[in-house]
């Protein structure tokens, strides 16, 4: 099994930032795509922003594009979430996901492994 872990999330103001981590264990994530999701009590899984691993394409949610950027550390087996700009609508869980696909899909159910999701609350 492939174990995503997930570090970063938090308590933060509107306007301040915040950086998530995910790490894989088990393989690395070449040959994956990785993305971020993010859901709100009672609300869908919401595709976020991914990357794929080889070429380090990205797609970004409309809701995010020019706040929050992702990245990713090949060294380190780990991509992060750079959320900047937060408003209280991005309060959230935020979920680590790969897929082998090996390319950018929004849909959650195309990602085969999931981390454990890290609470972001942004306060007004």
């Known amino acids: 099994q492939v174990q995503l872990v997930e570090s970063g999330g938090g308590l933060v103001q509107a306007g301040g930032s915040l950086r998530l981590s995910c790490t894989a264990s088990?393989?690395?994530?070449?040959?994956?795509?990785v993305g971020w999701f993010r859901q709100a009590p009672g609300k869908e899984r919401q595709f976020v922003a991914g990357?794929?691993?080889?070429?380090?394409?990205?797609d970004y949610a409309d809701s995010v594009k020019g706040r929050f950027t992702i990245s990713r550390d090949i060294a380190m087996n780990t991509v992060y979430l750079r959320l900047n700009s937060l408003k209280p609508e991005d309060t959230a869980v935020y979920y680590c996901?790969?897929?082998?696909?090996?390319?950018?899909?929004?849909?959650?159910?195309?990602?085969?492994?999931w981390g454990q999701g890290t609470q972001v609350t942004v306060s007004s």
């Open positions: 996901a790969a897929t082998t696909r090996g390319t950018l899909v929004t849909g959650w159910s195309e990602y085969h492994y």
């Open positions: 990357i794929r691993w080889m070429f380090g394409n990205t």
């Open positions: 088990g393989r690395t994530f070449s040959g994956y795509s």
